[in-house]
């Protein structure tokens, strides 16, 4: 039962358009999203996060948006450079009853940019 | 800091052989994370700690897998008897405690172990 789906395993986007990755989550219970970008050969690393008392989280070139009513988080970065292809992890955590630390991932996302 | 360490980078064993991998969390870090990565279910987390002690392992898939953390450096996990099915990238990740439980911090992961069972 994967409670946190990325529904696409890969995304091409053009060098200084907009990428969106898209994360839909099942659980109501959660409260606290995040997403994390892994490269080849490495560990994921956190990218930006998002408390289910916003809709909305910027930082740089990186935006989160939450819609719960439908239970559906998206990243969009713009513009795209070549330096973000890598595979995007959409989590989440239910931090009042789990606590924040579990986290709950989806499958990645695999964005390259094409220059 | 040198970051959480995991050793091996890379695992070939046959199936039935026992596998442990390794971890050192960055110093200071109380919490202490075993996730797992495969193509068809992405990362899931298999166990974590605090301050050395396991506080949920029912991501660990059967009681084949064992993990322990002796002391804050360091964590193991254990598979006897690997299955090709445990095939997977395996991570360890770190982080710390802040203000508790409620409180979100940032987890630190290692490069991973490729494993591979035959």
């Known amino acids: 039962d994967q409670q946190v789906k990325q529904n696409s395993p890969s995304l091409s986007v053009q060098e200084g358009r907009i990428s969106i990755l898209n994360c839909d989550y099942t659980?109501?219970?959660?409260?606290?999203f995040l997403w994390y970008k892994k490269y080849p050969a490495e560990g994921p690393t956190f990218l930006i996060s998002?408390?289910?008392?916003?809709d909305k989280n910027e930082d740089g070139r990186f935006t989160v948006f939450l819609n719960k009513s439908a239970k559906h988080l998206s990243l969009h970065i713009v513009p795209s450079q070549p330096g973000d292809s890598a595979v995007y992890f959409c989590a989440a955590s239910a931090v009042r009853i789990q606590g924040a630390q579990k986290l709950v991932f989806g499958q990645g996302t695999r964005l390259t940019i094409n220059p | 800091d040198a970051g959480v360490i995991q050793s091996p980078r890379h695992e070939v064993t046959e199936m039935g052989q026992e596998v442990t991998l390794r971890c050192k969390p960055i110093?200071?870090?109380?919490?202490l994370f075993w996730y797992r990565q495969t193509m068809m279910r992405g990362l899931e987390l298999l166990i974590y700690?605090?301050?050395?002690?396991?506080?949920?392992d029912s991501g660990m898939p059967e009681d084949r897998f064992s993990a322990k953390m002796p002391n804050a450096s360091f964590s193991t996990l254990k598979i006897q008897p690997s299955e090709p099915r445990d095939s997977a990238v395996y991570f360890c990740?770190?982080?710390?405690?802040?203000?508790?439980?409620?409180?979100?911090?940032?987890?630190?992961f290692g490069p991973g172990t490729r494993l591979t069972v035959l």
């Open positions: 990740a770190s982080s710390l405690g802040g203000s508790g439980r409620s409180s979100y911090n940032e987890q630190f």
């Open positions: 700690f605090n301050n050395n002690v396991p506080i949920d």
């Open positions: 998002i408390s289910s008392i916003k």
């Open positions: 110093s200071g870090h109380d919490y």
């Open positions: 659980n109501s219970m959660f409260d606290y």
